[in-house]
């Protein structure tokens, strides 16, 4: 299990990810929640970071303008590890070790959705 200092360490890697990813991104507009970020889902003793996406006029496919989308990250307190929805192998569960290269995922999916 991780400390309170790491938790808020991957936060903030988490958050500058969001703001790097906003320039490359086109024709969506990058936000994490209002509120507590991330979530706690007490369940399955997760965190959960929920990075969202909307399809801006700006997007070049008309028909996803006002559409949104989600980049979910679950990270394991129990297990340490980060769980996520593979795009590049059907949307199944993929668990990885470090917060590196679950953002490096998260910004291949993400980049898919934005203007070609």
Do not use: R
């Not at 007490?42 to 070049?60: N, R």
């Not at 496919?61 to 996520?84: A, D, M, V």
């Amino acid at each position: 299990m991780k400390t309170k200092e790491e938790i808020k360490e991957i936060t903030e890697k988490i958050k500058h990810f969001v703001n790097d990813i906003q320039i490359k991104a086109k024709g969506l507009e990058i936000s994490i929640p209002l509120g507590d970020f991330p979530s706690y889902d007490s369940s399955a003793d997760e965190l959960v970071y929920f990075i969202g996406y909307d399809y801006t006029k700006q997007h070049s496919n008309k028909e996803k303008h006002g559409s949104t989308g989600t980049f979910p990250i679950y990270y394991s307190l129990k297990n340490s590890n980060f769980i996520i929805f593979d795009v590049e192998n059907n949307h199944n569960e993929l668990t990885l070790e470090k917060i590196e290269d679950v953002l490096k995922k998260a910004e291949k999916s993400i980049l898919s959705c934005s203007s070609k």
